[in-house]
């Protein structure tokens, strides 16, 4: 009875204790990737190396977990969380780099067309050094919450409820784990819950946490870098030669959270959902 609570028929572990060691291992990981971190920090004596390393600790912790759950407990190989090589072809990762920047550039110039977003001038400033800046803190940054939402765990919901189960399990969490940001509220999650729906629509039809992680990326890339606004309520660089402010309603503009905190943004996904769901019923159909 014992064995039975732990494994499955076939000997293996049951989805629900791989998914705790999973966090278990991550959170040894993280710790560890942490102390490396701040060893290099107090080593270093470049800014630049320090900025560097610290966007690095999540992702490669999280990565650490994946390949210790790989190969130490599920013996499978990087197709099983969408990273294998198949997943980093080009056209995947052009897919998601575009309909990532998309879903949220088109509402967004709509917005500044309506003028309910408009371009304020800022303090001159380096633009290039700001969008470098907001590169590597923003990339790595989707990647570790690719990872950590859309790698092991999402892969081990779907083996053992499905990928509905997995993917509504798996976009809500996303949203809760902004709860603590800036100016967080009910609105601006539930936004983030459906760009969680989203990339793992991406995830799913592309076969690909690349494409996923680049998807993320152009989408808080484009916040940061090029309307110089607060990326989920927390600001990422400074805002160099001009900045975009909201004049319209918070409800739709976004207000403090930034543009993926309102209505219009909501939209934006909303289409390129339905649009990933519609080329994924023809992909099976096929």
Do not use: C
């Amino acid at each position: 009875m014992r064995r039975e609570i732990f494994l499955t028929k076939n000997g293996t572990l049951r989805a629900i204790w791989r998914g705790l060691l999973f966090i278990a291992v991550s959170i040894v990981a993280l710790f560890a990737a942490s102390v490396a971190a701040a060893t290099l920090h107090s080593a270093a004596a470049s800014v630049g190396i320090r900025l560097v390393v610290h966007p690095l600790v999540y992702p490669l912790g999280f990565l650490a977990a994946h390949v210790f759950m790989l190969r130490k407990i599920d013996r499978k190989d990087w197709s099983y969380v969408w990273l294998g090589r198949d997943a980093a072809r080009p056209p995947k990762l052009v897919s998601g780099l575009v309909l990532g920047a998309l879903v949220l550039a088109l509402p967004v110039g709509a917005l500044l067309t309506t003028g309910q977003l408009t371009v304020a001038d800022a303090p001159d400033g380096a633009w290039w050094s700001a969008a470098l800046l907001a590169t590597a803190v923003l990339l790595p940054s989707a990647f570790a919450e690719e990872l950590f939402a859309r790698g092991y765990i999402f892969a081990l919901l779907r083996e053992a409820a499905g990928w509905k189960v997995a993917l509504a399990a798996t976009s809500i969490g996303f949203g809760m784990v902004h709860v603590a940001n800036p100016g967080a509220n009910w609105q601006s999650l539930s936004v983030v819950v459906l760009a969680g729906f989203f990339l793992g629509a991406v995830v799913l039809v592309t076969g690909s946490l690349y494409a996923a992680t680049l998807a993320h990326f152009a989408w808080n890339w484009f916040i940061a870098a090029v309307l110089h606004m607060p990326v989920s309520g927390v600001p990422v660089v400074g805002s160099p030669d001009y900045r975009v402010v909201e004049s319209g309603p918070d409800w739709l503009t976004g207000g403090s959270w930034g543009p993926e905190g309102g209505v219009a943004a909501g939209l934006g996904l909303s289409v390129g959902l339905v649009y990933l769901l519609w080329i994924g019923k023809r992909s099976r159909q096929g």
